[in-house]
């Protein structure tokens, strides 16, 4: 009886070594299963996206009034890009979807919908609250579509060319106030380089940009550019970001 016993024994041990172990691989939880997600990860689009009236992206669209629609409700006006007094108004025939945060949401309205089409008229979307802002850009023809997201969500980066003369614009998601950051130097302009950009904090960032001398005739391009600097910003204390 005592032998059955010990042979027994020899097997089982092992056995239930190995059926631990196999509940600690199911069990155990993979690099990052827990991690919070950032609230500047957009899951939908990872790059600004064209849609056209009834295409939604991100559950944003346009309807066939020019309205900006949110999970399939009208959440504005008729958009009016742009005012013309001989022509007549002309509505919003597409829009561009930036990559949201949890809260807000970049638009621009499109004087047409084909991938040239000028896209200058902003709104800026409340996404919880479901109400939309108008906002400016520096650039008479709206911003680069590249945007970054500050790491609380509630402040946004763009990047606008004001005739070559590219600048920095942080937006404030809960008020759409704007603030420039661009050369001291007026007779210097900036090449930024997007890919560098990077937020330190909701307040602080950093980003690669190359110095050139500002040609004297518009008609040209900024020459004579010198060495890429680091360029080290800060968002005033007054903007407090989203309630």
Not at 215 to 240: F, K
Request: with cysteine; charged share 20%.
């Amino acid at each position: 009886m005592a032998r059955h016993r010990s042979r027994a024994a020899r097997w089982l041990v092992p056995l239930l070594l190995a059926l631990i172990a196999l509940a600690a691989i199911a069990f155990w939880p993979s690099p990052g299963a827990h991690d919070a997600p950032s609230p500047t990860a957009s899951a939908c689009i990872a790059e600004p996206r064209l849609a056209k009236p009834g295409e939604t992206v991100c559950e944003l669209g346009l309807d066939a009034e020019a309205r900006i629609t949110y999970r399939g409700n009208p959440i504005s006006e008729p958009w009016v890009v742009t005012h013309d007094s001989g022509d007549g108004d002309v509505p919003a025939r597409a829009l561009v979807v930036f990559p949201p945060s949890e809260r807000f949401a970049l638009l621009a309205g499109c004087e047409g919908d084909d991938p040239q089409a000028i896209c200058w008229s902003l709104r800026l979307v409340d996404l919880v609250a479901g109400k939309v802002r108008a906002v400016s850009s520096a650039s008479h023809y709206g911003p680069k579509r590249w945007i970054s997201w500050a790491p609380d969500g509630n402040r946004l980066a763009l990047i606008d060319d004001l005739e070559g003369d590219q600048v920095i614009t942080i937006m404030e998601g809960a008020s759409g106030a704007i603030e420039l950051h661009q050369p001291e130097n007026e007779m210097a302009v900036w090449r930024i380089d997007e890919k560098s950009f990077a937020w330190d904090a909701a307040d602080r960032f950093h980003v690669t940009v190359t110095p050139c001398e500002r040609s004297e005739d518009p008609a040209r391009p900024a020459s004579r550019c010198g060495e890429p600097v680091l360029y080290s910003g800060t968002v005033p204390p007054g903007a407090t970001g989203a309630p």
